[in-house]
């Protein structure tokens, strides 16, 4: 057996962003310890602070407008050209603002994942934390999952909640939020690039049991 051989291949991913990039900055410390290695960060804003903190990392980045396209699938269609060039495992969306077109979510079936800021199922699409304040909810918390055509409906792999205070505000919920994304996203990266976690018959597995089983109190 030759020397490459012997050594396993370390994960690659690409994650795609659309803005501040704080989740993207929590994979790039943890990728090490992680076992994954980021080979691309691309954004659909030019302004999307994320790109500065790659650029830090020395992780190449690429910008594609969707305003430069007639349509979602002619956008989806160059995007994955672009995804591809780096042969990811893994294609990480870390606050990507764009829905995508079923052909490019099935192109990527069991290896595209999402960040959501709900404990899904609950509050699917926007504005989650006013609603989950609306809705006079007690918890509330960031969900990962594997991506299918579903919008925010594909199978969750793990939840982080926090409780809802008395004088939170949509603000601060999302703040307390986030510090939990920003554990809970590394780690489930990482369970993927160990080959511990894939998704089959429409299920997230974690080694062999079906995901989520617990919700994890922040
Ligand atoms: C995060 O809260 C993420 O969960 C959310 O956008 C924020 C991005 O923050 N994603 C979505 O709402 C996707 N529908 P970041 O750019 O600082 O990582």
Redesign the pocket.
Known sequence: MSISESIPKQCSIVVL?????????ALIDHAEHGGYAIRAVISNKAD?Y?LTRAAEANIPTSVLSHREFLSREAFDTELATLIDQFEPDLVV?????RILSASFVNHYAGRLI????SLLPKFP??N?HQRALDEGEELHG?SVHFVTEEL?GGPVIARRSVSIEAGDSAESL?AK??EQ?HQLYPMVVSWFANGELRMADGRAIHSSKTLPDTVHAG
């Open positions: 962003i659309s803005g501040s990039g704080s989740n993207l900055q999307a994320g969306l870390a606050g990507f603002m999402n960040i959501h800021p699409g926007t989650t960031a925010d999302a939020v986030l994304e």
